[in-house]
């Protein structure tokens, strides 16, 4: 096998770096492949580390566990892959934007077996680019057609990418077309980017400020932090806080070191502070199932016994508060992650139900939200809950967020955790849509920014030689 034909099978560097990163669950095997399996070809930048994980996703955006590898040949899809049909996804080092996460969908139609060319393999680099050029155009039409006008510098970098594409497509030897597609790929994003904050700056003096908007962050740092100036800062920068109660609690004392015996007293302290100040409260969470803050007494419990719980924690929570706590939230987690107990989509069902209905009853005008994290659900493609393995399919917080709904769950906010998602602004705000066609009102319950790109770098105040790709567009800075 020649110099040229080994670089197009990945590079001998690049294969090192990915079976490095991959480790047992993904290993590169050996080469060769049935007639019938289907490649994507992967020609990734030099400096590209190797990808933790290669996942299929389904056409309303949610990962399943499939048989799809990385192989010295490239993304293989295997013959028996079945009928569904499916979009390829992982971490991709577009020089000039970032290492984010992309998906190949076949331009939003997403691939069946039957997609693939009958004489050679799909060029990954290619199918990134082609997917991104769709969604924008789709966008730029959906927005359009809804009275936005977008600038010249928009489609600019739409022409720009759609033209380099159409040389891609041309180019004949694979490795060419590849880096082609790179360079097409890249105004893709900017242009995605862009046309996601023009569209919002247009939203925003079309619309104005948006009235009773929450802005406010967790409150433990009054605690925390001991200072007149922070406290003062605080009450002039937001009109909502949240106070947390988790059942095993040792940010600031045990909340509940025993069943049924409660802590109330920095709590109390706390939402008196926030309640004479005007701003808004909401008590988080009644339930969350994590391995790391649920005590024994509760995890031996049967789902009986935990029933039985569930009513009594959420009575005596809501109404040791009353009025002073506006909004709760009701369940953290559940989708299938957090679930300590393991219970199957019908107990955790009735376990939410229950919590909700309870809510309403001890306090009827509690908002009720339903809390949930890692909304793109790479847990469900790897098979892992919070700290355990799976025991059977994963949901997306999204089909969770539908099972409930379908089931007639009540609740009225549907919340969203968002921390350093290594996704791009398009992807984000698609992520958004999906949650919003479920028709509840959305919170962005949850999100962080470090202010550096290393832990060493914040520690130490010295910046350093990165070891591996900016996530996005740049170092985290303040």
């Not at 095997?29 to 007639?35: A, D, L, M, S």
């Not at 299929?56 to 590898?69: L, N, Q």
């Not at 049909?85 to 997403?110: I, K, P, Q």
């Not at 104005?208 to 002039?236: D, I, L, N």
Request: hydrophobic residues 35%; aromatic residues 12%.
């Amino acid at each position: 096998m020649s110099g040229m034909t080994r670089r197009r099978f990945l590079g001998a560097g690049a294969l090192g770096a990915v079976a490095a990163a991959l480790g047992n669950p993904y290993p590169v095997f050996p080469q060769g492949k049935t007639k019938t399996d289907r490649i994507f070809r992967m020609f990734p930048h030099p400096s590209m580390p190797g990808p933790s994980l290669v996942y299929a996703a389904d056409e309303p955006g949610d990962p399943f566990p499939s048989s799809i590898s990385l192989r010295r040949e490239g993304i293989v899809v295997p013959a028996d892959f079945g009928n569904r049909r499916f979009s390829v996804n992982l971490r991709w080092l577009v020089e000039g934007f970032g290492y984010v996460w992309l998906s190949a969908d076949n331009g939003g139609n997403h691939y069946s077996l039957a997609d693939f060319p009958k004489d050679g393999p799909l060029v990954l680099n290619q199918e990134f680019a082609r997917s991104r050029i769709v969604r924008n155009r789709n966008v730029l039409g959906r927005y359009r057609k809804a009275g936005g006008r977008f600038s010249s510098e928009i489609q600019g970098l739409v022409d720009l990418s759609e033209q380099l594409f159409e040389d891609s497509s041309g180019a004949g030897d694979e490795e060419k077309a590849a880096r082609l597609a790179d360079r097409a790929l890249l105004y893709a994003l900017s242009a995605g980017e862009k046309i996601e904050m023009e569209k919002a700056r247009q939203d925003i003096l079309r619309h104005g400020h948006p009235g009773g908007m929450k802005f406010g962050c967790e409150s433990r740092q009054y605690v925390w932090a001991k200072s007149e100036e922070f406290t003062k800062r605080f009450a002039e920068l937001f009109n909502f806080a949240t106070v947390t109660h988790y059942v095993w609690d040792t940010w600031y004392e045990l909340f509940e070191p025993s069943e049924g015996r409660y802590n109330w007293g920095i709590k109390d302290n706390i939402v008196n502070w926030l309640t004479e100040r005007g701003i808004a409260v909401e008590g988080r969470p009644l339930f969350w199932f994590h391995p790391s803050v649920t005590p024994d007494w509760l995890k031996e419990k049967s789902f009986d016994g935990l029933k039985r719980y569930v009513e009594k924690h959420t009575h005596d929570l809501v109404a040791h508060y009353g009025d002073r706590v506006s909004e709760w939230e009701v369940v953290n987690e559940y989708h299938d992650w957090a679930n300590i107990h393991n219970h199957n989509p019908e107990q955790i069902t009735e376990i939410v139900r229950l919590a909700c209905d309870k809510t309403r009853e001890t306090g009827p005008a509690v908002t009720r939200i339903i809390n949930n994290c890692c909304p793109w659900a790479e847990y469900a493609a790897r098979g892992r809950m919070a700290r355990m393995d799976a025991t059977r399919p994963l949901r997306s917080p999204r089909r969770f967020m539908q099972e409930l709904i379908e089931a007639g769950v009540d609740f009225e906010v549907l919340g969203l955790q968002v921390y350093f998602p290594q996704r791009d602004l398009s992807d984000i705000v698609r992520l958004i849509e999906r949650f919003e066609a479920l028709g509840k009102p959305l919170y962005i319950t949850e999100t962080g920014a470090t202010s550096g790109p290393t832990a060493q770098t914040v520690l130490s105040g010295r910046m350093q030689i990165l070891p591996s790709p900016f996530d996005w567009h740049r170092a985290w800075d303040q």
